[in-house]
């Protein structure tokens, strides 16, 4: 792990070879984040560590290929800030698409996307794209895993207003990393519902602080809860993949409209 508190995957080779032999379709899990501002209180790297914990729980619990995190993604929106880095679109999908074409030549029929920013948009179209050339992809959690989470969590704060550096990512962050927060989550709470025109004026047009949201509902109890949740919801992805027909409420091919 490194100062950032990311832990990547420590497989040797041998590891992977014995988990495919006992799998009938091997899954690799990708964590994509982003290095973007999340207000004075949380890092650059929260989603992701978002996504990490996510993948972490998800490789826990299932026989999966857990893969390094795609650190920088598309954070036009946060550009406002220091510290913030993108990527294009088209660079964030060619590099998704590279993986996934790696890892099938060396055996691995399916990749599931495990996505802790909302604003990496195009891999929808990444998975969209894949599934009508007969590929298996998919893209986790979905906005119902993220909802079913939110409740079974017992989150106040809806999706619309969770929107960034809010209650869901300062109580993962509790969880996993409670290291990482700096003073001041607990008075940093901002609402900001209406965000129609965010994709024009960036998050700057909606925000001083880099938040919306309110995280000074966060708790590490929430935390825990949300990641076994996102475990659980993960079980209809692994079957819908390794048999290879439809699960019903587990498309797998939408985004998280919000940003996180």
């Excluded at 990708?30 to 790297?45: A, D, I, N, W, Y």
């Excluded at 893969?67 to 946060?78: F, Q």
């Amino acid at each position: 792990m490194d100062d950032s508190g990311i832990r990547l995957p420590v497989d040797t080779t041998e590891d992977v070879r014995t988990r495919a032999a006992g799998v009938s379709t091997q899954i690799a899990v990708l964590p994509v984040g982003s290095f973007e501002q999340h207000g004075p209180f949380l890092p650059l790297t929260t989603d992701t560590l978002v996504a990490c914990a996510i993948a972490r729980e998800i490789a826990a619990t299932h026989p999966v290929h857990l893969l390094p995190p795609v650190t920088i993604a598309c954070s036009h929106e946060h550009a406002a800030w220091p510290g913030t880095v993108s990527i294009s679109s088209v660079t964030l999908h060619a590099v998704v698409r590279d993986i996934a074409d790696s890892l099938r030549r060396s055996g691995v029929e399916a990749l599931v996307i495990v996505n802790g920013h909302g604003g990496n948009y195009v891999l929808g179209n990444v998975v969209q794209e894949s599934s009508a050339r007969g590929e298996r992809m998919a893209l986790f959690p979905a906005a119902e895993d993220w909802e079913t989470a939110r409740e079974r969590a017992g989150v106040v704060t809806s999706l619309l207003t969770d929107m960034h550096a809010g209650e869901i990512e300062t109580s993962i962050l509790l969880h996993a990393h409670p290291e990482l927060l700096r003073p001041g989550y607990e008075t940093s709470d901002f609402v900001a519902d209406d965000r129609r025109h965010l994709l024009t004026l960036g998050m700057a047009g909606y925000t001083d602080s880099g938040v919306i949201g309110r995280p000074s509902l966060g708790t590490a109890e929430k935390g825990k809860a949300l990641l076994a949740s996102f475990a659980e919801s993960f079980g209809a992805y692994f079957s819908m993949l390794t048999e290879g027909g439809a699960v019903a409420g587990a498309a797998g091919s939408s985004v998280f409209e919000g940003q996180k």
